[in-house]
C-alpha cells in the first residue's frame, strides 16, 4: 500500500515544507485505500466482461468500493501480518458485500491492486505537478520577455566572464523546464499503464475472455491498457521516477542560479517576500533564499529515491521476492518531494524581483564589450519553442 496508516501523518517540518497539502492528502494512508478498492471496482467490471462474475455482483462489488472506506490503522496493522494489505483489504470487502464474495478479487492477484491502485495515485499526482510545472514555464517565459533587452554579466566558474542579459538567462530556464515538461508527459504516457496479470502474469482466471477483461479493466480506470502484464517489468516506472529526479534537477540549477543572485555582493534579483520569510534567528539584516533552498535540498533528495527504483529493476522471473517490495515507500516520498519543490519554483519565479540596476553595476567586472548580437535571436527561439508546446494537446 502507499503511504503511511494515517490520513495526515505526523511529519518533521521540513517534511511538510518539501510538500503540498495536496500531494500529501493524495498519498494519505485513506487516498491509497480508495485507489486500491478503484482497482477491485475495475476488477468485478473486468470479471463481468469475461463472464466470470454477473453483471448484479459487479454493481454491488463496485457500490461498496466507493462506499465508505476500512480504518487505515486496523488495515494497516491486519497487512503487516499478513505480509500485504490486500489480504485484509478483500476480506472487507467479502464482509461488505456477504451476498457475492464469492465474486469479489476474481481473476486478480494482490499486486494486480497495489500496483494500479499506485497507478491511480500517480495519474492523479502528475496532474498536480504539470500544473505547477506549467505555472513556473510561463513565469520564466515572462521573465526571457520583459529583461530581454536587461544587460547582466554572465559568470563562468563562478566568476565574471562576458556581457549577457537576463533574458538570456530566463530563456535559459525556460528551456531546460520545457524540456522536462515534455520529457515527464512522455514518460508518464509509457508508464502509467493498468497492472492486471492474475497470480503469475498469465491471466489464467479469465480463460479465453483475457482480452475482453484487461479492455474492461483499463476502461473502468479511464487508463490504456498495457500491453502486457508487467509485475517484473518496472522500467517505465523507473524510466518515470528518473525523468523526475532530473525535473527537480532543473528546478535546482534555477534555484541556484537564484541563490548566487540574491548574495548581498551581487544583489541583482531576490525572491518574492512574505511575512516571516527568509529572516535569520541570529543575524536580523539577513534576507535569506528560503524558496531557493528549499528546491536546491530536494534536487539533492531525489537521484537517491530514483535510484531505489533502478536498483530494484533486475526482479526474480513472474512476481518479485523483495525487490518489488523495496518500491513500496518510494513514490509517496518522491511525488511528495516533487510537489513542494515545483510549487515553490513556481511561486519563486512569478515573484523574482530584478534589480536592473546592480545588473548594470556588476557590468563593470566584464570586458569593455556589449551583449551578443546573437541573443535576442536566442530568446525567440526559446519563446517560439515554448508557444509550441503550450499547443500540444
Avoid: Y
Avoid at 83 to 96: E, H, N, S
Wanted: aromatic share 2%.
Amino acid at each position: 500500500m502507499s503511504g503511511p496508516p494515517e490520513d495526515e501523518p505526523t511529519l518533521a517540518p521540513a517534511e511538510i515544507m518539501a510538500a503540498t497539502a495536496s500531494m500529501r492528502r493524495l498519498f494519505s494512508a485513506r487516498a491509497g485505500i480508495a485507489a486500491m478498492l478503484r482497482a477491485e471496482a475495475a476488477l468485478a467490471r473486468a470479471g463481468a466482461a469475461a463472464g466470470l462474475i454477473t453483471a448484479e455482483a459487479a454493481t454491488a462489488i463496485e457500490a461498496a468500493c466507493a462506499g465508505e472506506k476500512p480504518d487505515p490503522a486496523a488495515l494497516a496493522e491486519a497487512g503487516a501480518r499478513a505480509g500485504t494489505i490486500v489480504i485484509p483489504l478483500v476480506a472487507w470487502l467479502r464482509a461488505a458485500v456477504p451476498a457475492h464474495a464469492a465474486a469479489i478479487h476474481r481473476g486478480g492477484t494482490t499486486q494486480d491492486i497495489v500496483d494500479t491502485g499506485l497507478i491511480l495515485q500517480l495519474r492523479d499526482g502528475f496532474l498536480l505537478l504539470e500544473a505547477d510545472l506549467d505555472a513556473a514555464a510561463a513565469a520564466a517565459a515572462r521573465l526571457a520577455r520583459a529583461h530581454a533587452a536587461t544587460p547582466m554579466i554572465a559568470r563562468t566558474l563562478l566568476q565574471p566572464a562576458l556581457p549577457a542579459t537576463f533574458g538570456l538567462k530566463a530563456a535559459q530556464w525556460l528551456a531546460a523546464l520545457d524540456d522536462a515538461r515534455a520529457a515527464l508527459r512522455d514518460a508518464a504516457r509509457q508508464a502509467l499503464r493498468p497492472q492486471l496479470g492474475g497470480a503469475a502474469g498469465t491471466l489464467d482466471g479469465f480463460g479465453t475472455r483475457a482480452d475482453a477483461a484487461a479492455t474492461a479493466f483499463a476502461a473502468a480506470l479511464g487508463l490504456d491498457p498495457a500491453p502486457l502484464p508487467w509485475h517484473t517489468s518496472r522500467a517505465p516506472l523507473a524510466r518515470l521516477a528518473a525523468t523526475l529526479a532530473a525535473a527537480l534537477g532543473t528546478a535546482g540549477k534555477i534555484a541556484t542560479d537564484t541563490a548566487l543572485m540574491m548574495q548581498a555582493e551581487c544583489a541583482e534579483a531576490a525572491e518574492p517576500a512574505a511575512p516571516g520569510r527568509g529572516g535569520s534567528s541570529a543575524m536580523a539584516h539577513k534576507r535569506n533564499p528560503t524558496l531557493a533552498v528549499a528546491i536546491r535540498a530536494a534536487a539533492l533528495r531525489a537521484p537517491p529515491l530514483a535510484a531505489t527504483l533502478l536498483a530494484a529493476l533486475p526482479q526474480e522471473h513472474e512476481r518479485a521476492a523483495g525487490a518489488w517490495q523495496a518500491e513500496q515507500s518510494v513514490w509517496p516520498e518522491l511525488m511528495r518531494l516533487a510537489s513542494g519543490t515545483l510549487a515553490a519554483l513556481a511561486e519563486l519565479l512569478a515573484g523574482l524581483t530584478v534589480d536592473e540596476a546592480a545588473m548594470a553595476r556588476n557590468l563593470a567586472h566584464a570586458p569593455a564589450a556589449s551583449p551578443s548580437p546573437a541573443i535576442p535571436a536566442l530568446i525567440e527561439a526559446a519563446l517560439a519553442a515554448h508557444a509550441r508546446q503550450d499547443r500540444r494537446p
